[in-house]
């Protein structure tokens, strides 16, 4: 059984002018252990999708498909199975989640909240807990005691990677959370990221606009354009669908075969989810596209190891 098991999830927002479908369709399973990477550009549904996991949307999304972590179904729990579920078994690092920590309590407090709530250890447990997350995130056990303002912006984001560990979750979602930071800091929380999957029993679902970000932390990469996932397979292999080379292209990656091979960039825009083109919606900005594009819509199939692909193209030499 896999940790986490999407099936034709879809997510649509309530607007005055209509419903907005942010996320349509998508399927997508994650093994325990297992690194999975979401790429895509900016509104094409990541951060709906990781919301969605954990039932974290506004009141005007609505929810369809079914989720499944570890066998249980996410849409039909309570909401204090819910909560429960969260921190205890899956938990959520944002982009720029650094500044929701709370101004006025030490850093320690917050970290330990979780533990507490949910009675998972006693205020000395919780103490000695806390520092051994600290150690764990490569901050001084001291620092417990420091506010968030006296804190950089990279050590506040360890500060949130802790407080994710806090439980012991088995599946972590980050989204896009080194987007903040500077290009040092970022370096230093994936090299933390990464350790903390390759020595703990924790799977990952990462989400990034940067390709080069997901390319060498994850197993597995999930390439979303428009609401609807368009590509699985392997980090390590080529892309095939024509919106997944483009995307390498826009982020090349040294030794990387599939970028150079790739349309250098991308015209156009990513469409308005409210006037979605016809048939595959990345038609209008796809350098290879059929006649036949424009009216059909194409159903992730298989396209070479391990691989799915929604193009017409894919299984031949696009
Ligand atoms: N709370 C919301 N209400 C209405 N529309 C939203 C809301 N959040 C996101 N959207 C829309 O849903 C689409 C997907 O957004 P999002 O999931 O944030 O994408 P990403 O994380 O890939 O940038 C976008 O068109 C965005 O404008
Ligand atoms: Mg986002």
């Not at 919301?51 to 972590?69: N, T």
């Not at 679902?205 to 999930?222: E, F, G, N, T, Y």
């Not at 409210?274 to 199939?301: K, M, N, Y």
């Amino acid at each position: 059984m896999s940790l986490l098991e999407l099936d034709d999830v879809s997510v649509t927002y309530k607007l005055a002018g209509g419903e907005l479908p942010a996320v349509r369709g998508v399927s997508l399973s994650l093994e325990a252990g297992e690194a999975v990477g979401v790429v895509g550009e900016s509104g094409s549904g990541k951060s709906t999708l990781a919301m969605a996991l954990l039932r974290l949307l506004p009141r005007d999304a609505r929810i369809s498909g079914r989720i499944l972590l570890d066998g249980e179904d996410v849409l039909a729990m309570s909401w204090g199975r819910l909560r429960a579920v969260r921190w205890a078994q899956a938990s959520i690092v944002f982009q720029g989640a650094q500044h929701g920590l709370n101004p006025v309590h030490r850093i320690g407090d917050q970290i330990a909240e979780p533990l507490l709530i949910h009675k998972l250890a006693s205020p000395d447990q919780a103490r000695r807990r806390v520092a051994e997350l600290l150690d764990q995130v490569g901050l001084p056990g001291w620092r417990a005691k420091s506010y968030p303002h006296e804190l950089s912006g990279g050590q506040r984001q360890r500060v949130m990677i802790a407080m994710a560990l806090a439980c012991e979750p088995r599946l972590i979602v980050a989204d896009e959370p080194t987007t903040a930071l500077d290009v040092m800091v970022q370096a230093q929380v994936l090299t933390l990221i990464r350790e903390l999957i390759a020595t703990d029993d924790i799977s990952l679902l990462m989400i990034s606009h940067d390709l080069s970000v997901l390319a060498d932390l994850c197993d597995r990469l999930a390439v979303m354009y428009a609401g609807r996932v368009v590509e699985t397979g392997p980090a390590d292999g080529t892309f095939t669908h024509p919106y997944s080379r483009a995307l390498a292209a826009a982020f090349p990656t040294i030794g990387d075969l599939s970028s150079r091979l790739a349309p250098k960039g991308l015209g156009g825009d990513p469409p308005d989810p409210l006037q979605l083109p016809s048939g595959c919606a990345f038609h209008p900005r796809c350098p290879v596209a059929l006649d036949t594009c424009s009216t059909v819509s194409i159903e992730l199939r298989p396209a070479g190891e391990r691989r799915t692909a929604a193009c017409v193209l894919a299984g031949e030499a696009v």
